[in-house]
């Protein structure tokens, strides 16, 4: 379990100018969490993290920012990694939180109403941190937390019945990303794989932004599983990205792998 005063240890994070990960990111330095992220614009996620009320000197002392996107697999290297006893020994992030996703793009499309901009982005992002694992040929394997979405189970339904026709054909398409990210991470989470343990969370439709003083707080979130799902309307993005600090970043978030998480208000 990575604990605020293990130094040694840090968490790597993906997407973190996304909502519920700027907000998981903020909880993890207020909390003395040792960090590193990817961005394409280092300056806009220290803005964002300014913003959320943290001071320079704790971002400066405990965030490494590495600039680039997540196509640039010696980029995802760098995030996931640190020569911290000297270039014989390299340190692998202890847990990996992945909030990537694209832009909704609307169509004059009657089969694909709605695409994204980057319409394979969650599953290469995936895709591209296991090949990066593989490469590094580290002795410790992390853990890996992603974010989904409901709408997507093929086990229970998940979505309140006025919303299911938003999921299931609005947003069908995708959804494809969504599901192939989940596979691949469950691929790759077994005893021979990249990932010690995986959580894959499934929100209901996130509103709000990452604001974390503007949050309802996690302790109010409703929490089911793929079998039993928690189904409702909404969830805001800074209370699943708190949910995640406190139950996964915080525990080591054993209890959790291997469940897809459904979380709504």
Not at 11 to 27: D, E, P, S, V
Not at 227 to 249: H, L, S
Request: proline residues 3%.
């Amino acid at each position: 379990m990575t604990t605020s005063t293990d130094n040694s240890q840090f968490i790597a994070f993906f997407g973190a100018t996304g909502g519920c990960t700027n907000a998981c990111l903020t909880h993890t330095l207020q909390a003395g969490f040792q960090a590193t992220a990817l961005a394409r614009t280092p300056s806009k996620l220290t803005n964002m993290l300014l913003e959320q009320g943290l001071s320079q000197a704790v971002i400066d002392s405990q965030l490494t920012i590495i600039k680039g996107d997540i196509a640039n697999i010696a980029a995802i290297k760098a995030v996931l990694t640190k020569n911290t006893f000297g270039t014989d020994h390299v340190q692998v992030a202890s847990q990996i939180i992945s909030g990537v996703g694209g832009t909704p793009v609307l169509n004059k499309s009657v089969t694909k109403p709605v695409t994204i901009d980057n319409p394979e982005i969650c599953a290469q992002a995936t895709r591209n941190i296991v090949q990066a694992l593989t490469e590094i040929k580290a002795h410790d394997r992390p853990s890996i937390t992603v974010i989904s979405t409901t709408g997507v189970s093929d086990v229970k339904e998940d979505v309140p019945f006025w919303f299911r026709f938003l999921y299931h054909y609005m947003l069908a398409d995708p959804h494809v990303d969504k599901k192939e990210m989940e596979r691949i991470v469950t691929e790759n989470s077994s005893s021979t794989g990249v990932f010690r343990g995986s959580v894959i969370i499934r929100p209901s439709l996130l509103v709000s932004d990452q604001n974390i003083k503007k949050g309802k707080g996690w302790k109010k979130l409703r929490v089911g599983t793929e079998e039993n799902p928690a189904i409702g309307y909404t969830v805001g993005r800074q209370d699943v990205g708190e949910w995640i600090f406190e139950q996964v970043i915080k525990t080591g978030g054993e209890s959790h792998f291997g469940q897809r998480v459904t979380i709504t208000n």
